[in-house]
């Protein structure tokens, strides 16, 4: 659509989400008999304890947990194009009606309707509307170099757990400002681009140390940094993908003690880079082969900063065969992820314990276009 000097591409649209989550008995429930009357079917020795205590619930029927999710939203956006397409302007924004719904008899808190829980009442969290706008503007310098700013504020659920003092958890909510430069090569057949970041993050939910199924909340995480990306199509047959990110991220607010500190599970250093080699490129038959590295640094394993994950470099590759048959486009492929079988740690539990990434893996597939 244009109006006068001005082109503009419109965007507007409308979603709606609902969840619906009912629990019975679960294993790990096993404390219950501690704060309920001792009975012959809640013995307090062993696994017992909580095999009985499942059967006598899956009898009667019961519901530990219900919960019920729903989102409205209303979105729209603007593109504006000026002083042919050099100057280019993005304008929209988001509003969000969240409603969670959720059972009081959870965890610690089954005393309340021991030994009959049905799951309800439920709870209503706190549900006010919220509008997420967003901006961003690019100018072309050049003919094959723009700059490029934009800002973003967001909104989200939290996943409708309870903490482990029986609150309710705040929404969380974050902020982004980036800016930087993109860059086109080889006749646009390559893409470069180099972005400041700062992000951040308010009210955002982790495991509690202290009471396992639970949550706690970290006041304010600024995560500010570097990224840069390049990909395209750099010979006839050879294409490449790569990026770096430095990334520092740190507590600036918090109520358990750990302001200051870097947040836990990102690293400073991460990078990544692919290549794939096709033998007859935009052909209906031929072969391609690819391979990679993806490479992270030292990350915090806890807020407390009091352990750390070590880095880790994993190497993926793959290689697939594309024919026609009949008429139609037929694809084999096979993909390799850690191809060297590395044992490494992928993420932590915000706690006190470390999760391994997974080893040496296959997987294939057979694709047919009609």
Aim: aromatic share 14%; charged share 20%.
């Amino acid at each position: 659509m244009e109006i006068g000097p001005t082109r503009h591409k419109l965007l507007a649209g409308v979603d709606w989400f609902s969840y619906v989550d009912n629990w019975g008995p679960q294993n790990y429930i096993g404390g219950v008999p501690f704060i309920a009357p001792l009975d012959i079917y809640t013995p307090t020795r062993g696994n017992l304890t909580t095999t009985l205590y499942n059967l006598k619930y899956q009898a009667a029927q019961n519901y530990t947990w219900r919960e019920r999710d729903r989102d409205f939203g209303v979105y729209a956006q603007d593109q504006i194009s000026l002083f042919d397409d050099k100057l280019h302007i993005l304008l929209g924004g988001r509003w969000d009606k969240s409603e969670v719904d959720q059972a009081e008899t959870y965890g610690f808190f089954l005393a309340r309707c021991y030994p009959t829980c049905t799951g309800y009442p439920l709870l209503h969290l706190p549900d006010s509307p919220k509008l997420s706008p967003r901006a961003a503007v690019l100018y072309q310098l050049m003919d094959n170099v723009s700059v490029y700013g934009g800002y973003v504020r967001s909104f989200g659920q939290s996943n409708g757990a309870n903490l482990g003092t029986g609150a309710t958890p705040v929404p969380e909510a974050a902020v982004q400002w980036e800016g930087g430069l993109k860059s086109q090569w080889l006749d646009g057949r390559v893409t470069a681009s180099a972005t400041y970041f700062n992000l951040r993050r308010k009210n955002i939910l982790e495991n509690d140390p202290a009471n396992p199924g639970f949550m706690i909340a970290v006041g304010e995480v600024e995560s500010e940094g570097l990224e840069l990306d390049f990909a395209g199509q750099v010979t006839e047959n050879l294409s490449l993908i790569g990026s770096y990110t430095y990334d520092v991220a740190t507590v600036t607010r918090d109520d358990n003690g750990n302001r200051g500190h870097g947040f836990n599970g990102v690293a400073p250093h991460v990078g990544n880079l692919w290549a794939k080699w096709d033998t007859a490129p935009g052909l209906r038959e031929g072969f391609e082969l690819g391979g990679g590295l993806y490479a992270m640094s030292w990350r915090w394993g806890d807020d407390a900063n009091s352990w750390i994950l070590p880095g880790y470099v994993r190497f993926d590759a793959m290689a697939a065969y594309r024919t026609e048959v009949l008429g139609h486009k037929v694809t084999a492929r096979l993909n390799v992820k850690n191809l060297s079988d590395t044992k490494y740690f992928e993420y932590s539990d915000a706690g006190t314990n470390a999760y391994y990434g997974a080893p040496r893996s296959f997987v294939g597939s057979l694709g047919f276009e009609f």
